[in-house]
């Protein structure tokens, strides 16, 4: 979908997306500060995200939605830095906008 092109006539937001990094993502079963943190930012952008510090399914299937739309490359619902650096980047974006 051209998300991009989209963006540039006022239709929603866009950013570059961050290039897919070596690192261990984020994933189904983790629990704690660094997921509800990533839980917050997605909530933030508009995603009905519930705050539970628990990577469930509802986690992943947004997760894997922000990367269908935002970073195409690799949309696999684990939170990696591509992703979690992408999802900043929108996130500024939209603020400053």
Known sequence: F?????ALSGVGHWVEPAPLEFDRPLGFGEEGQPV???QAMLALYGY???LTGVYDK???DVVAAFQRHFRQQRVD???DLSTVKTL???LTA???G
């Open 48 to 50: 009905g995200l519930p």
């Open 94 to 96: 939209a603020s400053d």
């Open 58 to 60: 509802t986690t992943r």
């Open 77 to 79: 619902g684990a939170a």
């Open 88 to 90: 900043h980047a929108i």
């Open 2 to 6: 051209p998300w991009a092109e989209l």
């Open 36 to 38: 509800r943190a990533l």
